[in-house]
Nanobody
């Protein structure tokens, strides 16, 4: 796999979590990178994206102010910091990229990680 997410887990409502996505054999700095999620029984939706140089970042309305995307191009790693988790954030989270280049963050995507499950529950 070219993109590999860290483990998610079970988090209490109001809690925080940091997801990471490593891409050791991927031309990471040549791509905009995104986080996409699929909630139970729902379709896939992009929640956040970052241009390759971090000059532009995108957040879906429901996560603005709670999610922060960042990336370390030297480490080929993408991060998603999630605060104030609520049950509606329960989903499988994927990092995704391409086929476009440095400013491509909207999807559809050509490269996907395997996904990591985040469950928000008390």
């Amino acid at each position: 796999a070219q993109l590999m997410e860290s483990a998610g887990g079970l988090v209490q409502p109001g809690g925080s979590l940091r997801l990471s996505c490593t891409a050791p054999r991927f031309a990471f700095s040549s791509f905009g990178m995104s986080w996409v999620r699929q909630a139970p029984g729902k379709g896939v939706g992009s929640v956040s994206g970052s241009y390759s140089d971090c000059s532009n970042k995108y957040y879906e309305d429901s996560v603005k102010g709670r999610f922060t995307i960042s990336r370390d191009n030297a480490k080929n790693t993408l991060y998603l910091h999630i605060n104030s988790l609520n049950p509606e954030d329960t989903a499988v989270y994927y990092c995704a990229a391409g086929p476009g280049g440095v400013g491509y963050v909207g999807g559809p995507f050509g490269y996907w990680g395997q996904g990591t499950r985040v469950t928000v529950s008390s």
